[in-house]
């Protein structure tokens, strides 16, 4: 397993990647039947996992892994014209985002790519909308919120 980002996600949660080998049997048939066209077997995964490195298993840190590594296997050009895959950098700023301001009493987020390879995440409850857009560096981010 590789250091993905050296810096805490939040006080005990660090970000890590690793590159999954190729499963065997049902497995490599269940991966193949959901993969997208030109993916990878050997694609990364993220994990999210607390400072002494034991797996987060929150219902909202799982919920944000598997969004994020659904977002990550996307391919070139997955919107059918030219869109980018998402970046390492915005997915892991995706994640910074949800956990500096959302708790598992929150309501996640919703998790969508861009076509630049950035993320946006949006949460819409009762007449309330909270759209933040990431670009694929994961440097500049654009929020809207509505009432």
């Known amino acids: 397993m590789t250091l993905l980002q050296d810096s805490p996600i939040a006080a005990t949660i660090a ?11 049902a497995l490599a048939a ?5 993969s997208s066209p030109g993916e990878s077997p050997g694609r990364q995964r993220v994990f999210l996992i607390t400072s002494d490195g034991s ?3 929150t ?6 892994e598997s969004e994020i590594n659904a977002l990550l296997r996307l391919s ?5 014209m030219r869109a980018h895959p ?26 969508f790519p861009l076509p630049d390879g950035g993320v946006q995440l ?5 007449r309330h909308d909270l ?3 990431i670009d694929a560096a994961g440097n500049d981010h654009h929020i809207l919120a509505t009432d």
């Open 122 to 126: 949006e949460w819409h409850v009762a």
């Open 55 to 57: 797996p987060l298993v």
């Open 30 to 34: 269940k991966d193949f039947y959901f």
């Open 15 to 25: 970000l890590r990647q690793t590159v999954l080998q190729q499963p065997s049997d």
């Open 59 to 64: 219902p909202t840190a799982r919920y944000v």
């Open 76 to 80: 070139e050009a997955w919107d059918g």
């Open 86 to 111: 998402v970046t390492q950098e915005a997915a892991s700023a995706a994640i910074r985002m949800v956990f500096a301001i959302a708790n598992d009493q929150s309501l996640p987020p919703q998790f």
């Open 131 to 133: 759209e933040i857009e």
